[in-house]
């Protein structure tokens, strides 16, 4: 049973566009939701995170969005840049202390 | 500070062998997660170690298992490798659990079973 969906296995955008990626969850009780970017051959790192007592999180291009009631948050990079290829990562907790459940991720690729 | 170091990076082995992988946490890192990232698949919780103590494990079978180390170092070994096995093994640490909601990955070991 997959806990955290990313259903779009990539995607691909212009330079200077948005970039918007989804993750969907299914478990009610995930309440710490992260966003991981990897590139090849290098372990995945942390991008950003947003607790479920908010609904949005910004940090510089990034901003994550949480809708509770749908069971779904979503990444925007703007403007997105030709650095910013990689494959993201959804990953959700349910309390702290808890392990890290991730999706399966997404292949941003953004072309000049 | 230095990063999370997990050695070997690449490793080929044959079927019906065994694998022990290494990971060393950053500095002061007391909690150890393992993951094994395949093809369509994600990151799979393997499991996680505080203390010295398995916390949590995930739905892998008994071939695969670990260990911490009174410094935080964890090991893990898969004996017995399939086929199936071939996947890039990914090791986090934090803080501890409860101190921490983010990991830092290493750069992982890179296993392929032949």
């Known amino acids: 049973d997959q806990q955290v969906k990313q259903n779009s296995p990539s995607l691909s955008v212009q330079e200077g566009r948005i970039s918007i990626l989804n993750c969907d969850y299914t478990?009610?009780?995930?309440?710490?939701f992260l966003w991981y970017k990897k590139y090849p051959a290098e372990g995945p790192t942390f991008l950003i995170s947003?607790?479920?007592?908010?609904d949005k999180n910004e940090d510089g291009r990034f901003t994550v969005f949480l809708n509770k009631s749908a069971k779904h948050l979503s990444l925007h990079i703007v403007p997105s840049q030709p650095g910013d290829s990689a494959v993201y990562f959804c990953?959700?907790?349910?309390?702290?202390?808890?392990?890290?459940?991730f999706g399966k991720g997404t292949k941003l690729t953004v072309n000049p | 500070k230095a990063g999370v170091t997990q050695t070997p990076r690449y490793l080929i082995k044959t079927r019906g062998q065994q694998v022990t992988l290494s990971c060393s946490p950053i500095?002061?890192?007391?909690?150890v997660s393992w993951y094994q990232q395949t093809p369509g698949q994600g990151l799979q919780f393997l499991f996680e170690?505080?203390?010295?103590?398995?916390?949590n494990k995930g739905n892998f079978p008994g071939r695969f298992s670990g260990r911490q180390f009174s410094n935080s170092r964890s090991e893990m070994n898969v004996s017995t490798l399939e086929l199936g096995d071939s996947a890039l093994y990914l090791c986090?640490?934090?803080?501890?659990?409860?101190?921490?909601?983010?990991?830092?990955f290493g750069s992982g070991t890179r296993l392929t079973v032949v």
């Open positions: 500095s002061g890192h007391r909690s």
């Open positions: 478990n009610s009780m995930f309440d710490y």
């Open positions: 990953a959700a907790s349910a309390d702290v202390g808890e392990k890290l459940v």
């Open positions: 947003i607790s479920s007592i908010k």
């Open positions: 170690y505080f203390s010295e103590t398995q916390r």
């Open positions: 986090a640490s934090s803080l501890a659990p409860g101190q921490d909601r983010g990991y830092t």
